[in-house]
């Protein structure tokens, strides 16, 4: 299977190919097919590759296997090539970006049915599937960066589908921008890897770093650096504005983008980077800092948006909070649990969402719904999953990894873990309320909207059902040793970490301690369900409109904390008038003064000497006849 790995990223990118070409040729039927076909073709390779590192890991082999496919370039000592990397870590991934895309490929075939764009729409999903299992396949930062920029691409491509609606094309354009500032963060921090340690390739890289004293210079300047990128990637405080916006695209890509492909990028990238990470604890400490601060806001921001998606949209911004909240504190496996955790219930809980707005029409504002749990029986039981899981209720996914990195929070910082707690109290909240308002009291919609609510086709359905499945059952593949488990996900990614582990810190709480910590946070996940039920369903309050007075709080969380206004006096405003200042003085008066200026005195110049040319007997008689008078003076002058 080693020598078939490049056949992984290489299907879909055919797919996108003949997608692309025979968009507006072949039946949308055909285009279905091709584009779940070459996804379904790659997660079955992906299963493969998986149990082969699997396998090789139980038999105490070497489980990294490294495909060399060509040399790509070289420059003076540096030769760069274009090798793949399979090891426990990209296996997984593989898994989630292949399986979890296939669900929502399967899904777009009945969302998008109806969509004049379908055959570009699948050919743009098969290209954003190909740059990010090459981004994951790479086993050098620049292949990497290929993927990076390809997965920047496609979600412009994606956000922006229906650019003729001007506000999703400004969405996608601000996604755009908002992730150049971190990619090139990423591409100083290729230049000074490459100064440093003359190579790309992850494993020179990790060995020669490995060497270095903790608090290396060097070390703290790359891994800011990378962190920069992964800040932009993955939505974390100041570059999390994009992602709220990114739910302009259909509800298939903002299910993509938020659980399986581009958010986790960044968080791939700081597991993949650990070692240098483990040597920079300053980088780190930053880390965890807007690690929590992101996932606090995102929360406080979600408490009082009515938009379903938007809820769902600030949820995954705060969820990647705290991924990097225990990236900071050393808990990477648990951080890479929750992304794999995180993946099962967003994925659920928006194309579950998109069931919700098919069924009302495009209708995404929750206080024009209520009462759709009868109408809609598979798309509430598994929206109620998913909101459990998230919600860190056990035996759910989301209780297992969230629990993972509290724990490595409270030993780290217990006033980090307080925060961490009380975002946590957030989460279910918002969630809740979002389940309520939705399924529970009486439809708030119109009576044309209430006589055509239907449950989704069986190929929405499905995808619900499978990822319900995973979203209730997928925590306990990493069950902590306080709850008589192994570690399991950890003992896998092991050999990842082989080379920081001398740096990391182990979780070292009493088993007494932990079980304090999950009662607590159990508890408070169930209060705070209470709380929501009898909010909106015992007390049938619904959101007050826009217009309508409210609290301060209330306000700066509806109005998302005005980071957007502050950007825009800060940054979009200032930069607009420097534009056409620029343009007006500089381009126009200044460089097309002289360019015009310059050429309009040869243009003069030419006209004047043409008259020598110009074929009148009398004006060359004249010309005769002043040259004679000019030669004659000269004479007399010379005498």
Partial sequence: MSQLIWLIPLIPFIGFVINGLTRNVVPKSVTAIVGCGVVLASFILSVMGYLEVSAAREAGLPSTLTLHLFDWFSVG??????????????ALMLLIITGIGLLIHLYS???????????????YLNLFIFFMTILVLGSNYLVMFIGWEGVGLCSYLLIGFWFKNVSYANAAKKAFIMNRIGDLGFLIAMFFILENFGTLEYAEVFSKASTLPVGNITLLTITLLLFIAATGKSAQIPLFTWLPDAMAGPTPVSALIHAATMVTAGIYLVVRSNVLFLLAPFTMEIMAVVGLVTALVGAFIALTQHDIKKVL?????SQLGY??????????TGAFFHVLTHAFFKA??????????????????????????????????TMLIGTIAISGIPPFAGFFSKDEILAHTFQHQPLFWAVGFLTALCTAFYMFRLLFLTFFGKF????????HLHESPWQMTLPLIVLA????????????AALGGHHNLETFLAPIFELGKPHSVALSLSHSTEYMLMAVSSLGAIVMLILAYVRYVKSGRIPKPENEATGLLHRLSFHKLYVDELYDLLFVKPFKKLSRFLFTYIDKMGID????????????????????????????????????????IYGIVRI
């Fill in 109 to 123: 075939c009945s969302y998008m049915a109806h969509d004049a764009g379908f055959g570009k729409f699948f050919a």
């Fill in 348 to 381: 659920l809980l928006f194309l579950g969402a998109g069931s919700v707005i098919h069924a009302m029409h495009n209708e995404q504002d929750m206080r024009k719904m209520g009462g759709l749990r009868k109408a809609l029986p598979i798309t509430f039981t």
């Fill in 444 to 451: 708030r919609g119109t009576d044309e909207q209430q006589r």
């Fill in 313 to 317: 949209a600030y949820s995954t911004v």
């Fill in 77 to 90: 000592r540096m030769q760069v090539g274009l090798s793949l990397l399979l090891d426990p870590l990209s």
């Fill in 323 to 332: 991924m990097f909240l225990g990236l900071g504190v050393g808990a990477f």
């Fill in 469 to 480: 499945i995973l979203s209730a059952l997928g925590g306990w593949i990493n069950l902590p």
């Fill in 593 to 632: 003064g002289f360019v015009n200026g310059v050429g309009e005195f040869f243009v003069g110049s030419g006209k004047g000497i043409r008259q020598l040319q110009s074929g009148h007997v009398g004006f060359y008689i004249m010309m005769m006849v002043i040259g004679v008078i000019a030669i004659l």
